[in-house]
């Protein structure tokens, strides 16, 4: 009964404030709620329901090779590119990494430290420093490929990287 009484009381005011001259102030026009109106009373307002619970993943699969290419449409070159998930604990990664090229960072095995990080889908990504002002983000795409970019003075280079077999 308190509850259909509320919806009414709603309605009229609704009706009241559609209808009101404009030399009305608000203050005016705001009605005052009944106080015996229950305090567990449910309001009448619709509700988004909760996001779906991100999507589980173990980032212990990430610890293994992963070998493929790197390609710079810029410099026009590509080569091989390596990495080794050595470890993860919490969002801390220990790797190496290696890329094949002419550059001072190329043709080495760099210990490479940085973070995991989740996107609003719970998708991980990588991201490393090499040192030597090399970096790289990777992003799972599929539970046996990586794909992101490496940077490192001043050049871009699309990462494709496949889980090693």
């Known amino acids: ?68 290419q790197w390609k710079s449409s810029l410099a026009n070159t590509s080569d091989k590119a390596y990495v080794t998930i050595k470890e993860i604990s919490g969002d801390d990664v220990v790797a190496i990494t290696h890329a094949a090229g002419r550059q001072r960072y190329h043709n080495r095995d760099l210990d490479s430290k940085g973070k995991l990080t989740f996107d609003k889908d719970g998708v991980p990504t990588i991201h490393l420093d090499a040192g030597r002002g090399l970096t790289y983000t990777l992003r799972l795409v599929s539970p046996n490929k990586l794909e992101g970019k490496a940077q490192a003075d001043g050049f871009i280079a699309d990462l494709e990287l496949n889980a090693k077999k």
């Not at 709620?33 to 990430?62: E, S």
């Open 1 to 68: 009964m308190r509850t259909s009484a509320l919806f009414i009381l709603v309605g009229i005011t609704a009706m009241l404030v559609a209808f009101m001259p404009a030399s009305v102030s608000a203050q005016q026009a705001t009605p005052q709620v009944a106080q015996d109106v229950p305090k567990d009373a449910v309001p009448a307002v619709a509700t988004t329901p909760p996001a779906p619970p991100p999507k589980t993943f173990d980032p212990k699969m990430l610890i293994r090779e992963w070998e493929g």
